[in-house]
C-alpha cells in the first residue's frame, strides 16, 4: 500500500464505551437495562465512595442526553461556562455531543445516583407531537445541533421520584416482561423532567401548599433512610434546600407533629416489623431503630403498642386459648 493511500484511508473511531471509566468504582457501577446504541436508552445505578474528585464526564456517550437522578454526593456538569450544581436530593439533565463535557464528583464522598441515558433518535421517536414543550437542549438533541448551555438547572426530587429508583433497581415484572416495563419507566421519566413546563400559571398560594407538601415529602424519605443515624434539622434544611426553622414550622403545621415526634413514630413502626419478623431480639431492633438505651426504647414502645417490646406482637384470645 502506498503512503498515499494510507494517508487517506478514513479514521476508524471506536465506539464508545463506560466500563473503563467505572472499572475503580466495581460494583459501584450497576447497567440496570437497556443499551443507549441498541434500544436508544439504558438505565443504571451508582453507589460508590470517591476517594478522590472523580472525573465522570468521560461517562457521557456522545449524542446523548443523560438524565441524572441524585440521592447522595454532590457533583457538577460545566457547559459553555455554566455550571449544572448536583446535591443530594435533585435531578437534572445534559447533553454531550462530541466535544466532551466537564463533569467532577465530590472527594470523600458517598454518591448514589441512578441515571438514564436517550438517544435522540429514541426522544424523537417517542415524544413526537410534543415537540413545542420539550425542553430547549432536548429540541437540540433530536436536531443534532449544539446546545448552550447543555446542561438543565437541577430541580428537587420528589418523594414519588426517589421511590420509583428503588423500583427501577428491583423491577416487579417477570423477565419476559422487564424490556416493556422499563421502556414505559424511562418515558414516564422522560416526560417528568425533559419538558419545559408552561409558563406559571399556579395560583401563589397553591404553588406554597404543593412545595410545602414536597419538603414534608422528603424529609420523611430521608428520615426513613437511616432511622438509627438520621440526618439533624439543620442538615435536614441544607438536604431539602430551605431554612431548617422554615422546614420545621412547615412539618408540623402539614402533618400536625414536629420532625421529632415523627422521627419516633417511624422508629417505632420499623421496630414493630422487625420484631414480627422474629430475626430480631429487643436489643438487635432497639440499636437498629437509634436507640443506645434499651430502656428508652422499651418506654417509648410501650408507650406507641402498649406492651413491652418483647411481648409484641401480642397473641390473640383464639391463640392463647390452644
Known sequence: MSADSKKSAPKVIPPHTEAAVWRDVGSGWQPLFGSFRGVGFSIEWHDFLAKQEFDWAPSFHPGCVELCLNLEGHG?????GQRAEF????????????????????????????TVEFSGAFLAKH???????????VSAAIENRPAAPAASVPVRLGAAQQQLISTLRQPPVY????????QCKALELALTFLIQPPPEKEMFCTRQQRLAQERVEQVVFLLKQNLAEPPTLE??????????????????????????????????ERAAELLKSREFNVTEVS????????????????????????????????????
Request: with cysteine; aromatic share 12%; hydrophobic share 35%.
Open 235 to 268: 442538615e435536614l434544611g441544607k438536604k431539602i434546600g430551605c431554612s431548617h426553622f422554615y422546614l420545621s414550622r412547615i412539618f408540623s403545621t402539614q402533618t400536625g407533629q414536629t420532625i421529632t415526634q415523627h422521627l419516633r413514630q417511624l422508629r417505632m
Open 127 to 137: 415524544l413526537v407531537g410534543l415537540e413545542a414543550m420539550l425542553h430547549p437542549i
Open 76 to 80: 457538577y456538569v460545566e457547559s459553555a
Open 175 to 182: 423477565a419476559t416482561a422487564q424490556p416493556l416495563w422499563y
Open 87 to 114: 446535591t443530594s436530593g435533585t435531578a437534572g439533565f445534559y447533553y454531550r455531543q462530541e466535544k466532551p463535557l466537564a463533569a467532577k464528583r465530590a472527594a470523600q464522598e458517598q454518591h448514589q445516583f441512578l
Open 287 to 322: 440499636l437498629e431503630v437509634g436507640y443506645s438505651s434499651l430502656s428508652h426504647f422499651s418506654a417509648a414502645f410501650h408507650e406507641t403498642f402498649g406492651c413491652c417490646p418483647g411481648l409484641y406482637p401480642l397473641k390473640t384470645s383464639a391463640q392463647k386459648s390452644r
